[in-house]
C-alpha cells in the first residue's frame, strides 16, 4: 500500500509541483486548500507525513499542528516556511512540527525529508510498541529482550534454571552476567533461599579465600572472631562467582574441592562444613586460552562449564536497544521525557562499548540534564552523536582521525568527510550523518565550514 502524504498548501502551483515530485516516487497525494480542509482531511483518514504552508487562511499551518497534536495526533509534520520567517518555523516545531524547508527549497531535499520523516516515524511506532511489551514475555526477571540470540539465551536459562547444574556465563563486561545469575536462582527450587554474589577478580588471593570459605577466630592477625565465608552463607542457595578466570592457583585447587565433594574447611579450622551450594560462575576472558597457558586448571573448567551460557555484546543485538531505553527510562522514573526519532537512531547506530552497563548509565545522565520534555542529539554525548559504526553493518562509516584529538576536532573531521562524499550537499551529508539539515548546518557554522 503506497504511503499517504497530505499536501496543505493555499498556493496552487506549489501543490502541483509538489504532487509531481512525490507521485514519482511511489506516494499518494491529498490536497487541502487551507488549514480548515487541512483538518478535514485528517478527520476523514490519517496521513503518513503532511506538508503544511506556514502562511494559509485561517487557521494557518501553525494552529492546524497546534490542533493536530493537542488531539493527540503522532505523524510526522514538514513545515513550509518563506525565506525571512524562520523564526515561526521554529514557533511550529515547538508546538509538534517534525521538520521545515525553507522556500525555495529544492525537489531532491523535499523527497529526502518525507523518506525520513516516514522512517523515523516508523522508529518512533516501534519504540512505543516496544515500551508496552516491556512487561510481557520478552521481561525474565529484568533481562530486557526481543532479540533472538537474547532470546535463545532466555530459553536456555529457563530450561536449565529448575535443574542444579552449574553454570559457566560468558560475556563482555557490561553485558548482564549477573543478571542472568539471577534469573537461573529466581527460576529455581532455590529462589527462597540466599543468593550470594562474589566478584573474584577484585580480591587479592588471602582476602578472597577468607571471603570464600570463611575463617575462625585466631587464624590470622586481626581475626578476634569466627566469620563464615559465601559457600556458608549461600547454602541451600546460589552462589555467583564472577570474573572466574582470575582467581589464583592456591584458590582454585580449593574451589576444586568444594565442587567434587561439596565440604571444605574454614581459614584456620579442622571441621569439614558440608554445604549443597549451586554454583553459577561468569568470565569476559577465554578459559580455554588460560587453560592452554598453564593459568587455568583443566578439571575445574569442566566441573564449571557443565552449562556455558553465552551473551552477546550490546552491538550485536541492536534490535533491543529501542526497548532498553524504554526500560532504563520507566526504572528512573523519566517515562515522560520522549526521545525523538533522530537521537533514538543515533542510540542504536552507536557501538556501546560498555554495553548494556554504559547504556543504562548513558540514559540516566541524559534524562537528568536534558532541557526540555523531548531527548533530542544535542542532549547525548559527543561520542554517540559522532559515534563511528562497521562498514558491515550498513550503517554510516566515516574513519575516526588519529587519537589523542578532542571530540570537536572529530566531528568537524565527520562533516567534512561526509560533505566530500556527497559532493558538498548540506541536504545529502546531513541524512548520511543522521542529523537534520538545520542540525547540521548549525554545526558548520559553529565550526567555521
Not at 564472577?242 to 579442622?270: H, P, Y
Not at 542504536?348 to 543504562?360: F, H, T
Not at 550537499?425 to 558548520?444: D, Y
Request: hydrophobic share 45%; with cysteine; net charge negative.
Amino acid at each position: 500500500m503506497n504511503r499517504r502524504v497530505l499536501i496543505a498548501d493555499d498556493e496552487k502551483n506549489m501543490r502541483w509541483v509538489l504532487r509531481q515530485a512525490l507521485e514519482s516516487e511511489g506516494y499518494e497525494i491529498v490536497e487541502a486548500v487551507d488549514g480548515k480542509e487541512a483538518l478535514s482531511a485528517v478527520a476523514e483518514q490519517i496521513p503518513d507525513v503532511m506538508i503544511i504552508d506556514h502562511k494559509m487562511p485561517a487557521p494557518d499551518g501553525m494552529e492546524v499542528i497546534r490542533r493536530l497534536r493537542a488531539k493527540g495526533e503522532q505523524f510526522p509534520i514538514i513545515m513550509l516556511t518563506a525565506h525571512g520567517n524562520i523564526q515561526g518555523a521554529v514557533e511550529a516545531m515547538k508546538v509538534g512540527a517534525t521538520e521545515y524547508l525553507q522556500k525555495p527549497f529544492d525537489l531532491e531535499e523535499l523527497k529526502l525529508a518525507v523518506d525520513k520523516a516516514l522512517k523515523m516515524s516508523a522508529l518512533a511506532a516501534e519504540v512505543d510498541r516496544l515500551r508496552e511489551e516491556l512487561d510481557r514475555e520478552y521481561d525474565i526477571e529484568g533481562i530486557v529482550a526481543q532479540d533472538s540470540t537474547m532470546l535463545a539465551v532466555l530459553e536456555t536459562v529457563q530450561k536449565v534454571a529448575p535443574t542444579s547444574a552449574t553454570v559457566m556465563i560468558y560475556g563482555e563486561s557490561g553485558t548482564g552476567k549477573e543478571l542472568v545469575a539471577r534469573a537461573l536462582h529466581k527460576l529455581s527450587g532455590r529462589a527462597e533461599k540466599p543468593f550470594v554474589s562474589v566478584s573474584a577478580g577484585a580480591l587479592p588471593e588471602t582476602l578472597l579465600e577468607s571471603e570464600l570459605f570463611g575463617y575462625e577466630k585466631g587464624a590470622f592477625t586481626g581475626a578476634v572472631t569466627a566469620k563464615p565465608g559465601r559457600f556458608e552463607m549461600a547454602n541451600g542457595g546460589t552462589l555467583f562467582l564472577d570474573e572466574i578466570g582470575d582467581i589464583t592457583a592456591a584458590v582454585q585447587v580449593k574451589l576444586l574441592r568444594v565442587l567434587q565433594e561439596r565440604t571444605f574447611e574454614r581459614l584456620g579450622g579442622t571441621r569439614s562444613i558440608e554445604v549443597d551450594v549451586r554454583v553459577v560462575a561468569a568470565t569476559n576472558q577465554d578459559l580455554q586460552q588460560l587453560i592452554a597457558d598453564g593459568a587455568f586448571r583443566e578439571d575445574l573448567y569442566y566441573r564449571l562449564n557443565v552449562v556455558p551460557i553465552t551473551l552477546p555484546p550490546l552491538r550485536k543485538r541492536k534490535g533491543d536497544i529501542p526497548l532498553l531505553v524504554a526500560h532504563f527510562m520507566d526504572k528512573i522514573s523519566a517515562g515522560d521525557k520522549r526521545i525523538t526519532p533522530e537521537a533514538m537512531q543515533m542510540l542504536v547506530d552507536y557501538q556501546w562499548p560498555g554495553n548494556i552497563r554504559e547504556l543504562e548509565n548513558t540514559i540516566e545522565r541524559i534524562a537528568i540534564l536534558a532541557h526540555g520534555p523531548e531527548i533530542t542529539p544535542e542532549d547525548l554525548p559527543a561520542e554517540v552523536r559522532v559515534g563511528v559504526t562497521s562498514a558491515s553493518s550498513g550503517a554510516r562509516c566515516f574513519v575516526l582521525p588519529e587519537t589523542g584529538v578532542d571530540l570537536e576536532e572529530v566531528e568537524m573531521d565527520l562533516i567534512k568527510q561526509a560533505l566530500d562524499r556527497t559532493g558538498s550537499s548540506v541536504p545529502k551529508a546531513a541524512k548520511l550523518l543522521g542529523l537534520t539539515t538545520k542540525t547540521l548546518e548549525a554545526r558548520m557554522s559553529r565550526f567555521g565550514l
